[in-house]
């Protein structure tokens, strides 16, 4: 019985192990993950800067139209969006040289 036992033991350790090798030879290096982090931070950060854009361009028509409340509240949605996107862009750096 207890040979079954220890058999068990080192049949379930080396199952682990091979487990944990085979895991760890198809994981995507550390580089791999921050080039994608640095990409998905770009695109985010294009999306922000192309919402700024079109929320400038609304403050810009409310003030044509004599709108200061509406230029208002789109010249803050405008200052948030461009806050965010240089977070966004500072984060893509960031991952970019740690890519290297």
Same mark, same amino acid.
């Given at each position: 019985m207890m040979g079954t036992m220890g058999a068990v &033991?080192?049949?379930a350790v080396a199952g682990s192990m091979a487990g944990n &090798?085979? &895991?760890n030879a198809t994981a995507p290096s550390d580089k791999e993950k921050k080039a994608k982090e640095a990409e998905a931070a770009e695109k985010e950060a294009a999306d922000l800067q192309r919402k700024t854009d079109e929320a400038k361009a609304r403050a810009e028509a409310a003030r044509k139209a004599s709108k200061p409340k509406d230029a208002e509240a789109a010249d803050k949605e405008a200052a948030?969006?461009?806050r965010k996107a240089t977070e966004a862009k500072a984060k893509a750096d960031a991952a970019r040289a740690a890519a290297k």
């Open positions: &033991a080192v049949g &090798a085979l &895991a948030e969006l461009q």
